[in-house]
C-alpha cells in the first residue's frame, strides 16, 4: 500500500490532518448527542439522527470519517513502532526525557479510545446496520433515543463510558496541540493560546459527553 511508504513527516502530516479532522467531527456529535436532554421524547434527536442515516452526503462523509479514523491509527501504530525502534534502549533515568507523560503514551491512551469506539459500534452503529441484534426496548435498528436511554441507565454501562469519555479527553488534549506543531502551525506568539484552546476542548467534549450518562442515571425520569 502506498499509504504505508510515506517518509516519517509526511505520515505525521497525514495523522495530524486526519486527526484534526476527527476533531471537528466530535463536535458535531456532541452537539447531537446533547440534543437528548431536551424534554420532547426525543424528537430533535431523531430527526437528526434520522437526517444523519439518510442524507446521502452524510453518507459519503460517513466514508471518509471511517477513513480518517483507519488513517489515523495506523500511522499512530507505525509511528509509535518506528520510535521504538530507533531508541531500542531505554533511558537510564526515567525522567530523562522532556516528553510530556500523555505524549510519551499516547499510544496507549489510543488503544483505550480504540476500545471505546468498538463498543460505541457495537451499541449503535452495528446495530443500524443489522450486524447486531436490536437491544430490549428499542422499537427498531433506528431507535437511537431508546437505546441510549437503555444503557445510559445502566450504572456499570455509564461508569465504563465516563472513564472511557476522560480518557479521550487526555488523548485529546495532547493530539490538538501535537497537531498543530507538525503542521508548523505552532508559534511563540500563539503557541500558548493553542495550548490553552486544545485543553479547553479537550474538556468540553469529554464534559459534554459525561453529562449524558449521569442525566440518564440520576435525573431522568
Same mark, same amino acid.
Given at each position: 500500500? +502506498?499509504?504505508?511508504?510515506?517518509?516519517?513527516?509526511?505520515?505525521?502530516?497525514?495523522? /495530524?490532518?486526519? !486527526?484534526?479532522?476527527? &476533531?471537528?467531527? #466530535?463536535?458535531?456529535? #456532541?452537539?447531537?448527542?446533547?440534543?437528548?436532554?431536551?424534554? %420532547? !421524547?426525543?424528537?430533535?434527536?431523531? /430527526?437528526?439522527?434520522?437526517?444523519?442515516?439518510?442524507?446521502?452526503?452524510?453518507? @459519503?462523509?460517513?466514508?471518509?470519517?471511517?477513513g480518517g479514523?483507519?488513517? $489515523?491509527? @495506523?500511522?499512530?501504530?507505525?509511528?509509535?513502532?518506528?520510535?521504538?525502534s530507533?531508541?531500542?534502549?531505554?533511558?537510564? +533515568?526515567?525522567?530523562?526525557?522532556?516528553?510530556?507523560?500523555?505524549s +510519551?503514551?499516547?499510544?496507549?491512551?489510543?488503544?483505550?479510545?480504540?476500545?471505546?469506539?468498538i463498543?460505541?459500534?457495537?451499541?449503535?452503529?452495528?446495530?443500524k446496520?443489522?450486524?447486531?441484534?436490536?437491544? /430490549?426496548?428499542?422499537? %427498531?435498528?433506528?431507535?437511537?433515543?431508546?437505546? *441510549?436511554?437503555?444503557?445510559?441507565?445502566?450504572?456499570?454501562?455509564?461508569?465504563?463510558?465516563?472513564?472511557? &469519555?476522560? @480518557?479521550?479527553?487526555? =488523548?485529546?488534549? $495532547?493530539?490538538?496541540?501535537?497537531?498543530?506543531?507538525? #503542521?508548523? #502551525?505552532? =508559534?511563540? +506568539?500563539?503557541?500558548? *493560546?493553542?495550548?490553552?484552546?486544545?485543553?479547553?476542548?479537550?474538556?468540553?467534549?469529554?464534559? !459534554?459527553?459525561?453529562i449524558?450518562?449521569?442525566?440518564?442515571?440520576?435525573?431522568?425520569?
Amino acid at each position: 500500500m +502506498k499509504l504505508l511508504v510515506f517518509s516519517s513527516i509526511t505520515k505525521k502530516v497525514i495523522m /495530524a490532518l486526519a !486527526g484534526l479532522f476527527l &476533531i471537528v467531527f #466530535l463536535l458535531v456529535h #456532541l452537539g447531537i448527542n446533547l440534543m437528548l436532554l431536551r424534554d %420532547d !421524547g426525543g424528537a430533535w434527536f431523531m /430527526a437528526a439522527a434520522g437526517f444523519m442515516s439518510s442524507n446521502v452526503i452524510v453518507k @459519503i462523509f460517513e466514508v471518509v470519517l471511517f477513513g480518517g479514523f483507519l488513517i $489515523h491509527m @495506523i500511522y499512530g501504530v507505525i509511528l509509535t513502532f518506528k520510535n521504538w525502534s530507533s531508541r531500542p534502549v531505554g533511558y537510564y +533515568k526515567s525522567n530523562q526525557s522532556n516528553t510530556s507523560f500523555f505524549s +510519551k503514551y499516547m499510544i496507549w491512551t489510543g488503544l483505550i479510545v480504540l476500545i471505546f469506539l468498538i463498543i460505541h459500534f457495537m451499541n449503535f452503529y452495528f446495530v443500524k446496520l443489522g450486524l447486531v441484534a436490536v437491544p /430490549a426496548g428499542a422499537l %427498531d435498528k433506528h431507535d437511537f433515543y431508546n437505546m *441510549c436511554i437503555r444503557l445510559f441507565a445502566d450504572p456499570l454501562y455509564s461508569g465504563i463510558y465516563i472513564f472511557l &469519555i476522560i @480518557i479521550l479527553g487526555f =488523548h485529546l488534549n $495532547h493530539a490538538f496541540q501535537s497537531a498543530f506543531q507538525t #503542521l508548523g #502551525l505552532n =508559534h511563540s +506568539k500563539y503557541s500558548t *493560546c493553542i495550548k490553552n484552546f486544545g485543553t479547553l476542548y479537550s474538556i468540553i467534549v469529554a464534559v !459534554g459527553f459525561s453529562i449524558l450518562p449521569i442525566y440518564f442515571m440520576f435525573f431522568f425520569n
